[in-house]
């Protein structure tokens, strides 16, 4: 029996079933992550160089694209390597960091649709005090709310798993999730596993009933509007934000907010792929890129560029 004073690095034993297909994948899943990435600094780039998209809504998807830069690296770099090594070796350290990080990440993820949707529900439901309560100073509280309010609460069972003694070092998944990690522990983590699910239940369903209760006084307010155009758009831009709400709740809760006896690491695997990879990449396509100003500075931005790419040397 091995504690956690002699493991120096875990095994993650990745994807068993499909050793095959290990190249396959890691080409579709560099090409999802290279799409990630370019999108998201697109955004970034247009929010922070053109004034038409200085707005708090435009602010919170820059702070969004970030995170989504941040999330999708913590676990697809390593995951990538992965698929390319044939030891698929992680240090205890390392190991412990990912864990953190991805749920740190994933904590600032839920507050920040919390932020985002009270966002929505000023622009609409208080239109003529919008400017004076989302004012610059109270949007960059609320940005650093979610990243110091995420800090501590993550930090704690990051250093309870860190502590605890391990008898292998086999890790059923392509990171260090909370799940396999426990299951690889030497002694009873029944309790454990319980406040984890309390922990993640605390934040996942709080800030679903925050957002959703947000989300249906702007739908209210929405339906009450007499123009079918006003209508229209409104519904265009909360059609997006439930669209990614939906998404990150749902596989969340799934993988999550659930008791540990109906967990399938597998079934997970293919979820937590989703997640990583998935919610990153549409993020920029859904909030952004369908927003009619921010094509509208896309184009302009893209024809500033044509004539230097066509000038002859």
């Given at each position: 029996?091995?504690n ?8 993650l034993?990745s994807f068993p079933?499909?050793?095959e297909?290990q190249?396959?994948l890691?080409?579709?899943l ?9 999108g998201?600094?697109v955004?970034?780039s247009l929010i922070?160089?053109?004034n038409?998209l200085?707005t ?11 995170w989504?830069i ?5 676990i697809?770099?390593?995951l990538l ?5 044939e030891?698929?070796?992680i ?8 864990t ?5 990440l ?7 649709l919390?932020?985002?949707?009270f966002?929505?529900y000023v ?12 004012n610059s100073?109270a ?5 650093l709310g ?5 800090f ?20 059923s998944?392509?990171?260090c ?7 690889a522990?030497?002694?009873?983590t029944?309790?454990?596993?319980m406040i984890s699910?309390f922990?993640?239940?605390?934040v ?6 925050l957002?959703t209760?947000?989300?249906t006084?702007i739908i209210?307010?929405?339906l009450r509007?007499p ?5 229209q758009?409104?519904?265009?831009t ?21 008791p540990?006896q ?12 989703l ?10 396509f ?8 921010v094509?509208?500075v896309l ?6 560029i ?5 000038r002859?040397?």
């Amino acid at each position: 029996m091995r504690n956690q004073t002699s493991m120096i690095e875990f095994t993650l034993v990745s994807f068993p079933s499909v050793q095959e297909l290990q190249i396959l994948l890691f080409l579709i899943l560099l090409l999802v992550y290279t799409l990630t990435i370019t999108g998201n600094i697109v955004i970034i780039s247009l929010i922070w160089t053109d004034n038409r998209l200085q707005t708090p809504m435009y602010f919170f998807l820059n702070n969004l694209s970030f995170w989504d830069i941040l999330f999708t690296t913590t676990i697809a770099s390593k995951l990538l390597a992965c698929l390319l090594e044939e030891k698929k070796n992680i240090p205890f350290a390392g190991c412990v960091i990912q864990t953190y990080f991805y749920f740190f990440l994933g904590t600032v993820e839920f507050i920040f649709l919390e932020v985002m949707s009270f966002d929505r529900y000023v622009a609409i439901c208080n239109p003529l005090c919008y400017t004076i309560i989302m004012n610059s100073r109270a949007c960059l509280l609320l940005v650093l709310g979610c990243w110091e309010g995420a800090f501590p609460s993550v930090l704690c069972p990051t250093i309870v798993v860190s502590r605890l003694p391990y008898c292998t070092e086999e890790i059923s998944h392509f990171f260090c999730d909370i799940a396999p990690l426990l299951q690889a522990a030497c002694i009873d983590t029944h309790f454990i596993e319980m406040i984890s699910c309390f922990l993640s239940s605390l934040v996942v369903l709080t800030s679903l009933v925050l957002t959703t209760v947000s989300y249906t006084y702007i739908i209210s307010t929405i339906l009450r509007i007499p123009s079918a155009q006003g209508c229209q758009k409104a519904f265009s831009t909360c059609t997006s934000h439930i669209t990614v709400f939906s998404i990150a709740y749902g596989s969340n809760i799934f993988m999550y907010v659930r008791p540990s006896q109906s967990h399938s690491l597998e079934l997970d695997k293919v979820t937590a792929i989703l997640t990583i990879m998935g919610t990153p990449l549409l993020n920029p396509f859904i909030y952004s890129l369908r927003n009619e100003k921010v094509k509208e500075v896309l184009r302009d931005a893209v024809n500033k560029i044509l004539p230097f790419l066509h000038r002859k040397p």
